[in-house]
């Protein structure tokens, strides 16, 4: 089978002189992309009890944003290959701060359908933000440095997810619907970090016509579809249960007989998803242009998800064992994920890099999307049924990327 390509290109290096800005900035995207759903994970029971919703009405509050955002993200990747990365991040952020307000407002006035409107609407906003980012890496950095780019974003990716069940908590303190508003205001942070750090480089050809793009992106599928799909479905997967298991913890917590709720049970949230973050920074610091390093990172991650997850059928009684056992499926994810990305950012030329990666990201938040609803109704039938259907979907995942995914040697 021929092994995932890194084309080369004319530089190597940051495009600005003070790549640390440019580091920072870029990590601010993926940072307020999932606070604007991580936050909100720690307030769902109490948006169920306030607004007189149910448990799954609260689960659309995330699958909602993420379907739209899933749907709209291969639009944003043809644009920002069509026009510029950033053309299409900055009104995306100013989109995505904007409904956040709205959202808050849905909330005040008590009026389901101006929440989900307006999540919805966030959607589209969030489509033009990490996924183009990840494009953005792949434009301004090359080989070792690309991966330890890439590795970054998906970790800030994981602060967020860390940060953000504490910080929903805190702010909920004030009121159950202030995290709402707090979020825009991380996103003017990140809109600023955007326009004055980072420089893009310009682009060398002029734009395709969408019939020659598209048969663009048909071929780059039918040569590297083998492995490439594989490696979307594992990003899905990883992101479908990482979510369900948020979503799943924040419901168990406040019931008997823990009765965990606010700050506290943001701490414990926030525990498997350090495992997470940790991880991914690692990998992407040590993987560069390894690919036979890549390969067995990405097995024995997807095999950590397997065994921990499977283990939790039978040990969930002691929560610090069972919160054990989801930081070592986090532990997993993060080993998983810079691999893939690196992997698929690299598979294409600068021309059809945005749309390559933007299907990538858009089965990432199918996943994200369906996590919540479909763990919420796996809870309704037992808590064995819920992890012998995930630890099954990571173990069949699991087969899929061992036969399909295999890169030898140093990546090209």
Known sequence: MSEPESKPANHSGPSTSKPILEYIALATIPLVL?????????????????????????SLVITLFSITAGLIIPVSGYLSDRFSRKGVIIPSLIVYGAAGVLAGLGAIWNSYTTLIIARAVQGLGAAGTAPIAMALVGDLYKGGKASKALGLIEASNGIGKVVSPILGSLIALIAWF?????????????????????????????????????????NILQEKGHWLIPAFIAGSLALFILF??????????????????????GLILAIPLL????????????????????RWIINLGLLLMTISLTLTIFLSTKLGLFIGLLTLSGIGTGALLPCLNTMITGSAEREQRG?????????????????????????????????????????LTLGLVFFFIRPKGELN
């Open 34 to 58: 999932v606070l604007g759903n991580s936050m909100l994970v720690p307030i769902l029971p109490d948006m169920q009890e306030k607004m007189g919703i149910s448990r799954f009405q609260s």
């Open 178 to 218: 202030a995290p709402f508003f707090a979020f825009p205001i991380f996103c003017v942070l990140a809109l600023l970090a955007v326009i004055f750090m980072i420089k893009e480089p310009p682009k060398k050809e002029k734009p395709q016509a969408l019939r020659a793009y598209l048969k663009q992106i048909k």
């Open 244 to 265: 369900g298991v948020l979503f799943y913890l924040s419901q168990i917590l406040e019931e008997e007989p823990y009765n965990i709720t606010g700050v506290k049970k």
């Open 275 to 294: 495992g997470l973050v940790i991880t991914s920074y690692t990998t992407g610091a040590l993987i560069k242009k390894n690919g036979t390093a890549m």
């Open 355 to 395: 749309m390559i990666t933007s299907l990538y990201n858009s089965l990432r938040f199918i996943g994200v999307a369906f996590g919540p609803p479909i763990f919420g109704w796996l809870m309704n039938l037992s808590h064995k049924a819920t992890f012998i259907t995930v630890s099954s979907l990571a173990f």
